[in-house]
């Protein structure tokens, strides 16, 4: 009898009890005997060159190691797409954020010390601030134009649809930064020993790191490695960030022949790392009279910061996702994201998606108002179904689970319903607040966008030790997502073994191979895929070898045995293959954007307080088509808290700006929701297999930071007859919308 | 020097008074399961236990902790013998990413064991001083509340003093 199926049950945490009591070692916990702390010199003004560095001559220096630009054995560029951000400034400084220098010493307080004793001086430039400014090209901060990178879509004949149209509804929609806000900072450490420079940390993507690093020393990957430690949070901001601190703390201990730490505390790391990009969308929008879409013309524009860094990236997906999960025949989307003289932004869970998505869906309402049809009605004739045709020419075939989720969600949330008892609530004057009710429907592509897949070649593999154990052997890092546990499950499944046999090897990159990052919602679907097939290979030799899979541990030792003969284990290891029917055209970016797309909707059922403009989330219902939930404890428990950032993002989360830097880098005046700010949610998972996917999963990552925002703005609109084209909706905002006049 | 007992144990520091408690305890105890998160008070990821109040060690300088009982969230339980409270986080998704998990359990302890009611409302009140970025609340708050039911006699934990 072969073992009970692990996937599609919820298999406990891997490292629960360890992170359950205290046990788990995050860096900042390590014991790393003789390391120094090291700490950052920033510019501190947002434009300018570098005139001269002095030291105050009265602190102790020849206790601290100093390094600069001058002391970086390879290149002096922070490896990524682009190889323009410097890991030292070194000449002109182009955000306030830049690192300039680095100081590491045997005391934490003296280290901090030593870095107010360090004055930069500049010869200011001036610096570009603002999306607007950047687009105006007053001053030239990058190329002639200031664009980080353009993108245009197209499909069928746009001016063509606009004729058809008996409708053209225009919008304009904006979205700010978003901050991870994960509990624990950035933390690295770094060594060197035997030739071999180790750096461990709190991390995403331990290959992105090596290949940082190799370009930075100058050094091959023998040389170099990159172990993850236990890591509290990412949601995108540990994608890039940590190969620049890699850097620093590398630099550091190789100058201090000593380990050195880097351990960032919650301002400088709200401050200087990277952010969502904001975004400002136009939507321009032709329908026939009975709410069919016929033209979709688009315009994004994104702020990038002051390096390209994952900006291409980020637009792209965002590019991707603007027309929304609905069919046009006539689309035109024209996409740029800009440089400014701030911090660049970067990796945020949905990646450039929620920004585009926001002005999809809330579009629905200005739409709605202009025909008279509800926004129900108009999502429900356009939605994508099997055969749909998206922007850019992919056809959709299977696992579209977009109407399902959206019928649910209105079942469920009971919407129909409440939209006419909240309109009788609204009109009694006596009653405290105003309640509404709003709607979104969101599709996210699982895993890199286009060709991403095939350029990154991700490998992983599972290994069979003498001795009997199992290991899965794959770089994609457990950042509270539950890796491990779904590695483990879909391993085990694939053997037809028990998933307690079944071990997870920690992301070292000195024994696991390339496959690729942990983002893009692609760590179940692409990485899940090749630990499957990697399994099934171990599972094919352990049948030649035995005729069958071994039934008990004391089987499985002596399978393992004959298996392996003399070497230590048996190494199974695959690499992503293309599935043939999946067809991109980078060049003109027509064909299959995604192998595969999720579709979640939400409602959001609010109510204001009439007197302080205070909104009251009630319910949050969402369904969410993933394909399978490998572990539907752990997927619920990422929807849940995807929706939630995405309730912060679209409420209370703002970080301002001023003089090029994030004023309220504090957890203190940057507020993100507590257990009284979240709602009671209802989630439903829908399972509509994906034929490629392993056990037939697509991604849920991001998926559930789209929905929340668009939802919540036109659940505002309902209660207050206000539509709010930006977040957050503040009582500030609110009440600003409520002085003026009701919506045209 | 300073005397307190911490998980139990006599301890003593001899250092600066003003030390923070929760470098006390990471550097000179190494008990390093209350994090930093955010070093003002606002997250609560160093929560711990003083006289079995819920406190942010972050705040508080190892002076004010002299004669008194702290408690760490290395106190509750062990990987191989969790305690009902963190057996219930593990079943119910209670810990994510698990950074903000050894202050969660320290303050919903403190509130199952003074008394505090286990429902939706007490339970989100009693945490509301303890930020996650992972969950979005609903799984910590199903853990506490399923801890609680499953305990017939939550007063069997230690009440902390008037």
């Given at each position: 009898?072969?073992?009970?199926?692990?996937?599609?049950?919820?298999?406990?945490?891997?490292?629960?009890?360890?992170?359950?009591?205290?046990?788990?070692?995050?860096?900042?916990?390590?014991?790393?005997?003789?390391?120094?702390?090291?700490?950052?010199?920033?510019?501190?003004?947002?434009?300018?060159?570098i005139?001269?560095?002095?030291?105050?001559?009265?602190?102790?220096?020849?206790?601290?190691?100093?390094?600069?630009?001058?002391?970086?054995p390879?290149?002096?560029?922070?490896?990524?797409?682009?190889?323009?951000?410097?890991?030292?400034?070194?000449?002109e400084?182009?955000?306030r954020e830049?690192?300039?220098?680095?100081?590491?010493?045997?005391?934490?307080?003296k280290?901090?010390?030593?870095?107010?004793?360090?004055?930069?001086?500049?010869?200011?430039?001036?610096?570009?601030?603002?999306?607007?400014?950047?687009?105006?090209?007053?001053?030239?901060?990058?190329?002639?134009?200031?664009?980080?990178k353009?993108?245009?879509?197209?499909?069928?004949?746009?001016?063509?649809?606009?004729?058809?149209?008996?409708?053209?509804?225009?919008?304009?929609?904006?979205?700010?930064?978003?901050?991870?806000?994960?509990?624990?900072?950035?933390?690295?450490?770094?060594?060197?020993?035997?030739?071999?420079?180790?750096?461990?940390?709190?991390?995403?993507?331990?290959?992105?790191?090596?290949?940082?690093?190799?370009?930075?020393l100058?050094?091959?990957?023998?040389?170099?490695?990159?172990?993850?430690?236990?890591?509290?949070?990412?949601?995108?901001?540990?994608?890039?960030y940590?190969?620049m601190?890699?850097?620093?703390?590398?630099?550091?201990?190789?100058?201090?022949?000593?380990?050195?730490?880097?351990?960032?505390?919650?301002?400088?790391?709200?401050?200087?790392?990277?952010?969502?990009?904001?975004?400002?969308?136009?939507?321009?929008?032709?329908?026939?009279?009975?709410?069919?879409?016929?033209?979709?013309?688009?315009?994004?524009?994104?702020?990038?910061?002051?390096?390209?860094?994952?900006?291409?990236?980020?637009?792209?997906?965002?590019?991707?996702?603007?027309?929304?999960?609905?069919?046009?025949?006539?689309?035109?989307?024209?996409?740029?994201?800009?440089?400014?003289?701030t911090?660049?932004?970067?990796?945020?869970?949905?990646?450039?998606?929620?920004?585009?998505?926001?002005?999809?869906?809330?579009?629905?309402?200005?739409?709605s108002?202009?025909?008279?049809?509800?926004?129900?009605?108009?999502?429900?004739?356009?939605?994508?179904?099997?055969?749909?045709?998206?922007?850019?020419?992919?056809?959709?075939?299977?696992?579209?689970?977009?109407?399902?989720?959206?019928?649910?969600?209105?079942?469920?949330?009971?919407?129909?319903?409440?939209?006419?008892d909240?309109d009788?609530?609204?009109?009694?004057?006596?009653?405290?607040?105003w309640?509404?009710?709003?709607?979104?429907?969101?599709?996210?592509?699982?895993?890199?966008?286009?060709?991403?897949?095939?350029?990154?070649?991700?490998?992983?593999?599972?290994?069979?030790?003498?001795d009997?154990?199992?290991?899965?052997?794959?770089?994609?890092?457990?950042?509270?997502?539950?890796?491990?546990?779904?590695?483990?499950?879909?391993?085990?499944?694939?053997?037809?073994?028990?998933?307690?046999?079944?071990?997870?090897?920690?992301?070292?990159?000195?024994?696991?191979?390339?496959?690729g990052?942990?983002?893009?919602?692609?760590?179940?679907?692409?990485?899940?895929?090749?630990?499957?097939?990697?399994?099934?290979?171990?599972?094919?030799?352990?049948?030649?070898?035995?005729?069958?899979?071994?039934?008990?541990?004391?089987?499985?030792?002596?399978?393992?045995?004959?298996?392996?003969?003399?070497?230590?284990?048996?190494?199974?290891?695959?690499?992503?293959?293309?599935p043939?029917?999946?067809?991109?055209?980078?060049?003109t970016?027509?064909?299959?954007?995604?192998?595969?797309?999720?579709y979640?909707?939400?409602?959001?059922?609010?109510?204001?307080?009439?007197?302080?403009?205070?909104?009251?989330?009630?319910?949050?219902?969402?369904?969410?088509?993933?394909?399978?939930?490998?572990?539907?404890?752990?997927?619920?428990?990422?929807?849940?808290?995807?929706?939630?950032?995405?309730?912060?993002?679209?409420?209370?989360?703002?970080?301002?700006?001023?003089?090029?830097?994030?004023?309220?880098?504090?957890?203190?005046?940057y507020?993100?929701?507590?257990?009284?700010?979240?709602?009671?949610?209802?989630?439903?998972?829908?399972?509509?297999?994906?034929?490629?996917g392993?056990?037939?999963?697509?991604?849920?990552?991001?998926?559930?930071?789209d929905?929340?925002?668009?939802?919540?703005a036109?659940?505002?609109?309902?209660?207050t007859?206000?539509?709010?084209?930006?977040?957050?909706?503040?009582?500030?905002?609110?009440?600003?919308?409520?002085?003026?006049?009701?919506?045209? | 020097?300073?005397?307190?007992?911490?998980?139990?144990?006599?301890?003593?520091?001899?250092?600066?008074?003003?030390?923070?408690?929760?470098?006390?305890l990471?550097?000179?105890?190494?008990?390093?399961?209350?994090?930093?998160?955010?070093?003002?008070?606002?997250?609560?990821?160093?929560?711990?236990?003083?006289?079995?109040?819920?406190?942010?060690?972050?705040?508080?300088?190892?002076?004010?902790?002299?004669?008194?009982?702290?408690e760490?969230?290395?106190?509750?339980?062990?990987?191989?013998?969790?305690?009902?409270?963190?057996?219930?986080?593990?079943?119910?998704?209670?810990?994510?990413?698990?950074?903000?998990?050894?202050?969660m359990?320290?303050?919903?302890?403190?509130?199952?064991?003074?008394?505090?009611?286990?429902?939706?409302?007490?339970?989100?009140?009693?945490?509301?001083?303890?930020?996650?970025?992972c969950?979005?609340?609903?799984?910590?708050?199903?853990?506490?509340?399923?801890?609680?039911?499953?305990?017939?006699?939550?007063?069997?934990?230690?009440?902390?003093?008037?």
């Amino acid at each position: 009898m072969a073992a009970m199926a692990s996937v599609g049950t919820s298999a406990l945490r891997r490292e629960g009890p360890e992170k359950l009591t205290g046990r788990a070692l995050y860096l900042d916990d390590l014991d790393v005997p003789g390391a120094w702390h090291g700490v950052t010199v920033r510019a501190g003004v947002p434009r300018g060159r570098i005139k001269s560095v002095s030291f105050d001559p009265s602190f102790p220096w020849k206790e601290c190691v100093v390094v600069t630009a001058k002391d970086i054995p390879g290149k002096n560029v922070v490896t990524l797409i682009e190889p323009d951000q410097p890991l030292l400034a070194d000449g002109e400084v182009r955000h306030r954020e830049e690192p300039i220098l680095l100081i590491a010493h045997p005391d934490r307080a003296k280290a901090y010390e030593a870095r107010s004793r360090v004055t930069v001086e500049y010869e200011p430039l001036p610096p570009v601030l603002s999306l607007e400014d950047s687009l105006s090209v007053k001053e030239k901060i990058f190329k002639d134009d200031n664009v980080f990178k353009s993108f245009l879509i197209e499909k069928g004949d746009l001016k063509g649809g606009f004729a058809l149209a008996d409708f053209v509804v225009e919008g304009e929609y904006r979205v700010p930064h978003q901050e991870q806000a994960y509990i624990e900072n950035n933390a690295m450490a770094a060594w060197e020993k035997d030739g071999v420079l180790t750096v461990t940390g709190s991390l995403q993507c331990p290959y992105y790191v090596v290949k940082a690093l190799k370009v930075l020393l100058g050094r091959d990957e023998s040389k170099v490695r990159v172990i993850q430690t236990v890591t509290g949070g990412g949601f995108g901001g540990k994608e890039e960030y940590p190969s620049m601190i890699a850097g620093h703390a590398a630099l550091l201990a190789l100058k201090a022949k000593r380990p050195v730490k880097i351990v960032y505390d919650r301002h400088e790391d709200m401050a200087a790392t990277t952010k969502r990009h904001p975004a400002v969308v136009r939507h321009r929008t032709g329908l026939t009279k009975d709410g069919r879409l016929v033209a979709q013309d688009v315009d994004v524009v994104m702020d990038g910061g002051a390096y390209a860094t994952l900006s291409a990236v980020v637009l792209s997906r965002g590019t991707l996702h603007a027309t929304g999960p609905y069919e046009c025949p006539n689309v035109r989307v024209r996409a740029r994201a800009v440089a400014t003289n701030t911090p660049p932004n970067g990796a945020f869970r949905g990646f450039g998606a929620p920004q585009t998505l926001f002005a999809a869906e809330l579009h629905w309402e200005r739409i709605s108002r202009a025909l008279g049809l509800d926004a129900l009605t108009l999502r429900r004739r356009n939605l994508y179904r099997e055969g749909s045709v998206t922007a850019t020419g992919q056809v959709l075939r299977e696992s579209i689970g977009a109407s399902e989720c959206l019928d649910l969600v209105v079942k469920r949330s009971d919407y129909e319903k409440k939209r006419k008892d909240y309109d009788l609530w609204n009109a009694d004057p006596a009653k405290p607040t105003w309640r509404g009710i709003g709607l979104s429907v969101c599709h996210h592509g699982a895993g890199f966008t286009g060709s991403g897949e095939v350029y990154l070649a991700s490998r992983a593999a599972v290994a069979l030790t003498r001795d009997g154990r199992i290991l899965v052997l794959a770089a994609s890092t457990e950042i509270g997502q539950g890796t491990n546990t779904i590695f483990a499950q879909m391993a085990a499944d694939a053997l037809g073994v028990p998933s307690d046999w079944v071990e997870v090897e920690t992301p070292d990159t000195h024994k696991v191979p390339d496959s690729g990052p942990t983002v893009a919602s692609r760590t179940t679907m692409v990485v899940g895929g090749l630990v499957r097939r990697a399994a099934l290979e171990l599972k094919a030799a352990l049948d030649a070898e035995g005729g069958r899979v071994p039934k008990t541990r004391a089987d499985l030792k002596k399978s393992a045995a004959a298996l392996c003969g003399r070497e230590p284990l048996r190494r199974f290891e695959v690499r992503y293959e293309k599935p043939p029917e999946i067809v991109w055209d980078e060049g003109t970016y027509r064909g299959d954007a995604y192998g595969v797309y999720s579709y979640a909707a939400f409602a959001a059922d609010l109510e204001i307080d009439r007197a302080t403009g205070e909104v009251r989330v009630r319910k949050a219902t969402t369904a969410q088509d993933i394909g399978r939930a490998v572990n539907p404890r752990l997927a619920e428990g990422q929807i849940i808290g995807g929706c939630a950032q995405g309730l912060g993002w679209a409420l209370l989360e703002e970080p301002v700006y001023k003089d090029g830097v994030m004023a309220n880098a504090q957890l203190t005046n940057y507020v993100i929701p507590t257990s009284l700010d979240a709602p009671p949610f209802d989630v439903t998972i829908v399972e509509r297999p994906y034929s490629r996917g392993p056990f037939g999963a697509k991604g849920v990552g991001e998926l559930p930071m789209d929905v929340p925002a668009p939802a919540v703005a036109a659940a505002v609109r309902h209660a207050t007859g206000r539509l709010i084209a930006t977040i957050p909706q503040t009582p500030e905002r609110i009440l600003a919308a409520l002085a003026g006049p009701e919506d045209a | 020097m300073i005397k307190l007992r911490v998980n139990g144990k006599p301890r003593m520091f001899r250092g600066a008074p003003f030390k923070r408690l929760l470098d006390v305890l990471r550097e000179d105890f190494r008990l390093t399961g209350a994090k930093e998160g955010c070093g003002e008070g606002e997250c609560g990821a160093c929560t711990v236990l003083l006289d079995g109040e819920p406190v942010n060690a972050c705040l508080i300088p190892v002076c004010q902790a002299a004669g008194r009982r702290v408690e760490t969230v290395e106190a509750l339980g062990t990987p191989e013998k969790l305690s009902k409270l963190q057996a219930s986080f593990l079943e119910r998704g209670g810990a994510q990413c698990g950074i903000c998990t050894p202050g969660m359990l320290v303050a919903a302890r403190a509130h199952l064991a003074s008394g505090g009611r286990p429902d939706d409302a007490s339970v989100r009140e009693a945490l509301a001083g303890n930020l996650c970025r992972c969950t979005g609340y609903q799984h910590i708050v199903e853990s506490v509340l399923a801890a609680a039911k499953g305990a017939k006699k939550p007063a069997k934990a230690k009440r902390p003093r008037a």
